[in-house]
């Protein structure tokens, strides 16, 4: 079965410095692997996700399959990143069902 | 246009009693997926519809839980004779289609005591 790990529950940095919260997955076959922010009192969202290849709010991931991660990135944090992250996998293209991480919650101090 | 809706946003309820969890999702998204997510836990696949083909059930965890969607709008998420372990927070998303190229919006949860 596939399996999505965060291994920090928190991250705390100061503003303007550089942020990388982790993500490693295991699944045998070629998954999509996505980043989702949940932002104080508000839904749920998607952040990035690798097919795009795309960067938003800043924000860059890398699918590494030979260390088989997807660590998301950022070079100058802002407060209004704080938020709860969450890495999410689904098995391939086709298939839409995600397995999330427990969640990463990134704390931005002035 | 409006989003995915849950309701009720909260619900209260005593072990052993049976719940009903409502997701509206947006209108001309035929694709439709309940969540749950535990205290602490990432969130957990329940269900899946698309369209009118058989649900993907196999993240239920138990025959306790349920769910119906009729055609291509509402769903409700039942769990029967609920224990302390189902408390969470139970989250519906939709998107257009299947496909990961289809973004999935989610709507703002239910979170579920059990007493």
């Known amino acids: 079965a596939q399996r999505v790990t965060q291994p920090e529950k928190l991250l705390s940095v100061f503003k303007g410095a550089p942020v990388e919260l982790k993500c490693n997955y295991s699944y045998s076959g070629s998954p999509e692997l996505f980043w989702y922010v949940q932002y104080s009192r508000q839904r749920l969202q998607l952040l990035l996700r690798h097919i795009s290849r795309e960067s938003i709010k800043g924000f860059t991931a890398d699918l590494n399959k030979g260390e088989t991660s997807f660590h998301l990135k950022k070079p100058f944090a802002q407060e209004e990143d704080s938020a709860m992250y969450y890495c999410a996998l689904a098995k391939d293209s086709g298939y839409s069902t995600l397995t999330f991480g427990k969640g990463t919650m990134l704390l931005v101090s002035p | 246009g409006a989003g995915v809706s849950q309701s009720p946003s909260n619900k209260v309820t005593e072990k052993g009693k049976d719940v009903e969890l409502r997701c509206d999702p947006i209108?001309?998204?035929?694709?439709l997926y309940w969540y749950r997510q535990r205290l602490g836990q990432g969130l957990e696949f329940l269900i899946y519809?698309?369209?009118?083909?058989?649900?993907?059930k196999s993240g239920l965890p138990s025959d306790r839980f349920s769910a119906e969607r009729t055609g291509e709008s509402v769903s409700t998420l039942t769990i029967q004779r609920t224990q302390q372990e189902d408390s969470a927070v139970y989250l519906c998303?939709?998107?257009?289609?299947?496909?990961?190229?289809?973004?999935?919006?989610f709507g703002p949860g239910t979170r579920l005591t059990v007493l």
């Open positions: 209108s001309g998204h035929t694709a």
């Open positions: 519809f698309q369209g009118n083909s058989a649900p993907d």
């Open positions: 998303a939709s998107s257009l289609t299947r496909g990961i190229e289809n973004e999935q919006f």
